[in-house]
């Protein structure tokens, strides 16, 4: 199913999201917990799996009308490189990852091009200099999603991560 979705490069592998108001109703706690880790949530999903992985779906440069809202969570750029991914916890699919790099931020940080199968999270928080801006929270149907704006070395990132129902951050049985 996956590779069907990526055969147009114009198709993201994430559904369209509704980003929740601070007036929208509250989100269960034990699910505010999860999305707003202020960590890295690599660590905190390998914790509930003994197989982990990243399974790269797109990596490429892309521009700025390729965006769409995320534009307004970024500068200006002339191109932005973008990964998408799935992330896998004992061969289940817990994650829709998709990253937006403005090119500015590549300037020191081009082994972000490279990653492949490494976990986003592994190169961010070893790198010592990074900074998270905010959390949105919002919604796909029944499934719950963030984006977070970072900043690498004063540089941003964009990151949306939308939980799928195989996820540990729902409860068994929900």
């Known amino acids: 199913m996956w590779s069907k979705m990526m055969s147009d490069l114009g198709v993201s592998i994430l559904p369209s999201l509704k980003w929740i108001s601070d007036q929208s109703p509250p989100v269960p706690e034990n699910i505010r917990d999860w999305l707003m880790e202020s960590g890295s949530m690599t660590l905190r999903l390998k914790k509930y799996c003994t197989c982990f992985q990243v399974q ?47 090119q500015e931020t590549l300037l020191h940080h081009q082994a972000l091009m490279h990653l492949g199968t490494v976990p986003l999270g592994h190169y961010l928080f070893n790198s ?31 990151l949306t991560e939308l939980f799928l129902a195989d996820s540990p951050l729902y409860p068994p049985g929900c």
């Open 56 to 102: 790269p779906q797109r990596e490429c440069f892309i521009t700025r009308d390729k965006l769409k809202e995320e534009a307004e969570h970024l500068p200006e750029s002339i191109r932005y490189w973008l990964r998408e991914v799935i992330l896998i916890g004992d061969n289940k699919p817990w994650i829709l990852g998709r990253t937006v790099i403005p």
């Open 128 to 158: 010592g200099k990074l900074i998270r801006d905010y959390i949105h929270i919002g919604q796909q149907g029944r499934l719950w999603a963030r984006r977070s704006r970072l900043q690498l070395t004063g540089k941003p990132l964009l």
